[in-house]
């Protein structure tokens, strides 16, 4: 069978698969957020640096100052592009995290691989655009097999959003001032400049007229060192207008050349983030499927830790 057939066919019963879970969402995430609540309090551990964000109520410091939770966005756009990938590219690339996640089977050896490029307009972040990598992941040992986005690299523009991540989920954003979004009347652009030669950047098609109201998804991410390493939940409702999604992407991704400068990661400490995405053999490729929200609001849920038997 041809691979762009396979792809095709798995990204069908993917979406599918994800359709179906969304007509059930807000039954399925109350349930989802009441399980994971209750295993987080049925046995208490200490409250050090690592286990316990220091917060207080549903409330953490950042830049000296009080961050409510759940974080509000209150005006933005979103493309995603969806890939298929191999689960052991994906796995080699959880590096240290491989120990509590391991990437979910989608079939035929294949996990999903999302690039996003979100235009933050308002919201308690800061207005600045944002370029993710994530993979589907489930956690170890969850006999429920819960579906979680993993961040592999978020890439800002500002510092105060990248410290809030840090504070209140453990994310380490990468901030690069370069990144920009680029708005013409069928497609968006999110990126760097590609003045002087290829760089990283993906075009999302933007188009659609549908609707959506306070989807959820759930996030999970890692905070501590070594022994004291512990593994958080979070989720997101989001809701949209103008939205579109096509079997077939057409979203199309550029890779820049390492070394050069030219780098969303050009921060010097960050892994090449070109060469990660090079890793899962998607370059010059068309993705799966790909979407579009035009106007997209959305709540930041607080973390939760992932306490599992």
């Given amino acids: ?27 399925v995430a109350e349930k ?16 050090d640096a690592y286990t316990q964000p220091a917060a207080m109520g549903e409330s953490f410091e950042v830049d000296g100052k009080p961050f409510a939770m759940p974080a509000r966005v209150l005006d933005a756009s979103q493309g995603w592009a969806m890939y298929f990938v ?24 294949r996990t999903p691989l999302m690039i996003i490029g979100v235009d933050y307009r308002n919201s308690d972040f800061g207005i600045y655009p944002e370029f993710v ?26 510092e105060f959003t990248r410290e809030a991540a840090s504070v209140v989920w453990g994310l380490e954003k990468i901030v690069c001032p370069k990144l920009a979004v680029q708005y013409a009347q069928d497609n968006v652009r999110f990126g760097l400049s590609d003045r002087h030669g290829k760089a990283l950047s993906i075009r999302f098609p933007r188009f659609g007229d549908g609707e959506s109201s306070d989807q959820p998804t759930f996030s999970v991410s890692q905070r501590g060192e070594g022994a004291e390493r512990r593994t958080y939940w979070a989720m997101t409702t989001k809701s949209g207008s103008g939205e579109g999604m096509q079997i077939g992407g057409s979203a ?3 890779l820049g050349v ?6 969303l990661c050009g921060d010097g400490k960050s ?19 790909n979407g579009w929200t035009e106007r997209q609001t959305a709540l930041f849920g607080a973390p939760r830790l992932l306490d599992l038997p």
């Fill in 252 to 254: 199309i991704l550029e």
């Fill in 258 to 263: 390492r070394g050069d400068r030219s780098c």
């Fill in 32 to 47: 989802a957020a009441m399980e994971f609540m209750r295993r987080s309090h049925a046995q208490p551990e200490p409250r």
């Fill in 271 to 289: 892994v090449c983030l070109c060469e990660t995405l090079r890793a899962f053999n998607i370059a010059d490729t068309l993705p799966a499927a």
């Fill in 86 to 109: 191999s689960i052991k590219a994906a796995n080699d690339a959880l590096g240290a995290a491989g120990a509590k996640l391991s990437a979910f089977d989608a079939g035929d050896g």
């Fill in 1 to 27: 069978m041809p691979a762009e057939t396979l792809l095709r066919g798995l990204a069908c019963g993917y979406l599918s698969w994800l359709a179906d879970v969304s007509a059930l969402a807000p039954a």
């Fill in 133 to 158: 990598v994530a993979l589907t992941v489930t956690a170890k040992g969850d006999p429920a097999k819960q579906l979680f986005a993993y961040y592999l690299a978020i890439v800002v523009t500002q």
